[in-house]
């Protein structure tokens, strides 16, 4: 019988500037703004084309949940 698995995430916020997660995960400025471009990055949708882009932490987390092996 499989044990049960029990992972607890904080989220300290629901949505961080695209240059706030490039400082998170380490990973280029211009590489996150191509992954927005491809989706890979989730955003909140902008309601004016000028709006900055904020990452949408909870549904990442929910996306990495998903296409996790546990």
């Known amino acids: 019988m499989a044990k ?3 992972i607890n995430i904080t989220v300290p916020t629901p949505y961080v ?3 706030t997660y490039s400082e998170m995960t380490g990973i ?3 590489t996150c ?4 471009s491809d989706g890979r ?3 909140r949708p902008k309601k004016a084309r000028m709006e900055k882009v904020e990452v949408n932490l909870v549904a990442m987390l929910r996306d990495a949940i998903a296409n996790s092996e546990i």
């Open 28 to 30: 280029p400025l211009r």
């Open 4 to 6: 049960a698995l029990n």
């Open 41 to 43: 990055i989730i955003i």
């Open 33 to 36: 703004e191509g992954m927005v």
């Open 17 to 19: 500037s695209l240059k």
